[in-house]
T-cell receptor, first 110, second 114 residues
Framework: SQQGEEDPQALSIQEGENATMNCSYKTSINNLQWYRQNSGRGLVHLILIRSNEREKHSGRLRVTLDTSKKSSSLLITASRAADTASYFCATDGGYSTLTFGKGTMLLVSP | DTEVTQTPKHLVMGMTNKKSLKCEQHMGHRAMYWYKQKAKKPPELMFVYSYEKLSINESVPSRFSPECPNSSLLNLHLHALQPEDSALYLC?????????????FGQGTRLTVV
């Protein structure tokens, strides 16, 4: 079953702009993770935020988590053409079994 | 070495064929996973091996048969597949399957059943 729901489904921006993607989930979680996928190949882990954390940064990425609203957001600042990819949130309810959201397709134009 | 290696990258098989997908990691991870991803859809969990024992089978049809020969290797044996089984099959591993760390994914095997 799909737990995470991303919003928007597709996002098109210019290089240098910020991109924000949102994710909602339904049940309690151990942690929430964000992954990137290029052209239908393997997924690359971006960032993990634990259920007792509210915000986390990694380079140009900022993730927030609101467990009361069961939602998370991923912000990519100063986007680049190389950031073009699909982005998935994934909830981990335990035992590292990930349930992925539907994903956001991000297109960054030069 | 932080890689999960999957072979082959592409596979075309007939509905009467038997084939196997292979996955290997040398990160000392004790949990390994198979996911299936259809076009424009998110990955869906199929199987989880924890410490070389099958711990989760997400009601996958028996024409898919997983095997974990040792802590570094994971196979997925395929037999009598249907065209709707065509998809990207992703292998992943994580530290210990206790939900504390991220998963590392291979590049996947793109399977076409004809």
């Amino acid at each position: 079953s799909q737990q995470g729901e991303e919003d928007p489904q597709a996002l098109s921006i210019q290089e240098g702009e910020n991109a924000t993607m949102n994710c909602s989930y339904k049940t309690s979680i151990n942690n929430l993770q964000w992954y990137r996928q290029n052209s239908g190949r393997g997924l690359v882990h971006l960032i993990l935020i634990r259920s007792n954390e509210r915000e986390k940064h990694s380079g140009r990425l900022r993730v927030t988590l609101d467990t009361s609203k069961k939602s998370s957001s991923l912000l990519i600042t100063a986007s680049r053409a190389a950031d073009t990819a699909s982005y998935f949130c994934a909830t981990d309810g335990g035992y590292s079994t990930l349930t992925f959201g539907k994903g956001t397709m991000l297109l960054v134009s030069p | 070495d932080t890689e999960v290696t999957q072979t082959p990258k592409h596979l075309v098989m007939g509905m009467t064929n038997k084939k196997s997908l292979k996955c290997e990691q040398h990160m000392g991870h004790r949990a390994m996973y198979w996911y299936k991803q259809k076009a424009k859809k998110p990955p869906e969990l199929m199987f989880v091996y924890s410490y070389e024992k099958l711990s989760i089978n997400e009601s996958v049809p028996s024409r898919f048969s997983p095997e974990c020969p040792n802590s570094s290797l994971l196979n997925l044996h395929l037999h009598a597949l249907q065209p709707e089984d065509s998809a990207l099959y992703l292998c992943a591993s994580s530290h210990d399957g206790q939900g504390k760390t991220e998963a590392f994914f291979g590049q996947g095997t793109r399977l076409t059943v004809v």
